[in-house]
Nanobody
């Protein structure tokens, strides 16, 4: 059983920053070797991949967030982070973490990010 607990969301003005955290726990995960990712789901839209990071620290990003978001991980804390700068209204969504490759684990509750003035 693997659980992800996301946190750090909130209301922020356009151009602002937030740092999201996601802690993984459970006996079914070897955190240090899996490729982790952040996803988001905006109202009325499908869940999409935002950023991923493999066990060596190599990263990949959706075109829409390149240059603004940074993903990182701390294997000792079994936590993955998403630093979000230059936030835009279109970044408003519920953000989730999971591994990037199939099969995905069960989704956590996510953390809501609202970008609005």
């Amino acid at each position: 059983q693997v659980q992800f607990v996301e946190s750090g969301g909130g209301l922020v003005q356009p151009g602002g920053s937030l740092r999201l955290s996601c802690r993984a726990s459970g006996s079914g995960i070897i955190f240090s070797i899996i490729t982790l990712a952040w996803y988001r789901q905006a109202p009325g839209k499908q869940r999409e991949l935002v950023a991923g990071i493999n066990r060596l620290g190599a990263t990949n990003y959706a075109d829409s967030v390149k240059g603004r978001f940074t993903i990182s991980r701390d294997s000792a804390k079994q936590t993955v982070y998403l630093q979000m700068n230059g936030l835009k209204s279109e970044d408003t969504a519920v953000y989730y973490c999971n591994q990037q490759t199939s099969p995905l684990y069960a989704w956590g509750q996510g953390t809501l990010v609202t970008v609005s003035s």
